[in-house]
């Protein structure tokens, strides 16, 4: 018994030394990841693939889409006195935010946190509905005689949507027909009725007329479902998710030497095949041919919530209607989006090409707050690991004012945590006048201090989910281009858990890692 006993106990003490070592080295991934962004596959953003929205009729006045409406007889802009809550007027002489609207498929006028705005929301090519700054859509006072234009409604109904006629011989030129057959008119600055007949010519002496101004908006996925309608919508969805993103796509990858996909989805592929509208169905069927392409061709998967429900920063990469940032605001909210999350996994967690799921992309400060996202990472974390022991668990540090070590107590408690940051020489004014030199020095210097910030050997894997070789600088050459995308690869090759380029396919040439893999800009 004494040698059974004495290998007894070296077993025992084995175990024990490959459960002390795994407890060490559990959140070391087996390999780093060198990834892509498949951007505007499942999740569309317009400006990734301008086409798919070419067929929409009057695609200019799509959800979200600011315009101006001047008077051309009293020469003000239509407004909501007060920000809403009242009686509409044309009193403004400046087009501020008070007197913009977005179109979201009905007339709306309403604030932000940055601006006083009016949007639209767009029923079908011609009808909208108007929203005002503390949410109220505009319509006709049903307290009155019926003519008067008010912004009570909180919920908007027959009775605030209008149509919008524009002049055939001058499209910025248009009438506003209200939900009683007539069309809005300017009689005072302070009167505004719907009782036109909207017959008279389109000069200037006609109070029924409106010089429009379109700043545009969002063009993202509920722009261009909604712009398509049921009918077509699911044509032309379906069709671009069968030739975007094509298994061939996956061969050239793993050939190129990447080894994983960052694959955004938004939050209605759970109630595939039958989304809410204006969604359509067909984006979980493509995302099943990603895991198999993935496992036939050695890819990884990272699968990332890329539009939660209610928008989590108001971009239209986040599906937002308006521009509204209203997620999180209420816990049934996280709810659903936990359950989007609980979905994926389940469905995938078996798959051996996932690797990792991240649990929403680009939360914007402070519109979600620390507390609501630190409450929902826990809930994500906890279905994740209900699936999966292995599936690393992606959390995004938020955009605008935030500490970006700020999730670290939270992370560093979880098995398998990864923070994710994103890098661009983009979007702030601080790029606008650097030199070639100058950003790839602000690549070695700052953004490699920052990446240092996120990256400590007791903490979260950190990992550089966006990046591209696109900057401000003008006239700069091929040879630039490549030492700008080598001093990022090297920089953001000491992530521990790797980086991804975004995206694989633009008709913006750097912006497609496809185009600058096979045109010499890259080499990896």
Known sequence: MAPYSKTKQCLCLCIFLCCISFAFTRDIPNIQIRAVNLGGWLVTEGWIKPPLFDGIPNKDFLDGTELQLNSVTVGKYLCAESGGGTIIVANRTSASGWETFRVITQLLARYDSVRKIILLWRINETSFQLRVFNKQFIGLDATGNGIGLVAVAETPGGSETFEIVRNSGNSSRIRIKAPNGFFLQVKTEELVTADSKGDGNWGNDDPSVFVMTNRGGPNGEFQVTNGYGPIKAPQIMKEHWSTFIVENDFNFISSNGLNAVRIPVGW?????????????????????????????????????????????????????????????????????????????????????????????????????????????????????????????????????????????????????????????????????????????????????????????????????????????????????????????????????????????????????????????????
């Open 268 to 524: 209605w592929i759970a109630s595939d095949p039958t989304p809410p509208l204006p969604y359509v169905g067909g984006s979980l069927q493509a995302l099943d041919n990603a895991f198999l392409w993935a496992q036939k061709y050695g890819v990884k998967v990272i699968i990332d919530l890329h539009a939660a429900p209610g928008s989590q920063n108001g971009f239209e990469h986040s599906s937002t209607r308006d521009g509204s940032q209203e997620w999180g605001l209420s816990d049934q909210n996280i709810q659903q989006t936990v359950a989007v999350i609980d979905f994926l996994t389940a469905r995938y967690a078996n798959s051996p090409s996932l690797y990792a799921v991240e649990l929403i992309n680009e939360p914007l400060s402070p519109g979600v707050t620390l507390e609501i996202i630190t409450k929902y990472y826990s809930a994500g974390y906890n279905v994740v690991r209900k699936h999966s022991t292995s599936a690393f668990v992606i959390m995004s540090n938020r955009l605008g004012p935030a500490n970006p070590t700020e999730l670290f107590p939270l992370a560093s408690g979880f098995t398998g945590s990864v923070i994710d940051v994103h890098y661009y020489n983009l979007f702030s004014d601080i790029f606008n006048s650097m030199s070639v030199q100058q950003n790839i020095d602000f690549v070695y210097t700052n953004r490699s201090a920052q990446l240092s910030q996120v990256t400590t050997s007791n903490g979260p894997l950190t990992f550089v989910g966006e990046w591209v070789a696109e900057w401000q600088v003008t006239g700069a050459g091929k040879l630039d281009y490549q030492n700008f995308a080598k001093a990022q690869l090297e920089v953001y090759g000491r992530a521990s858990f790797g980086w991804a380029y975004w995206t694989l396919k633009n008709v913006n040439n750097y912006w497609s890692l496809e185009w600058m893999i096979n045109n010499g800009y890259i080499t990896l």
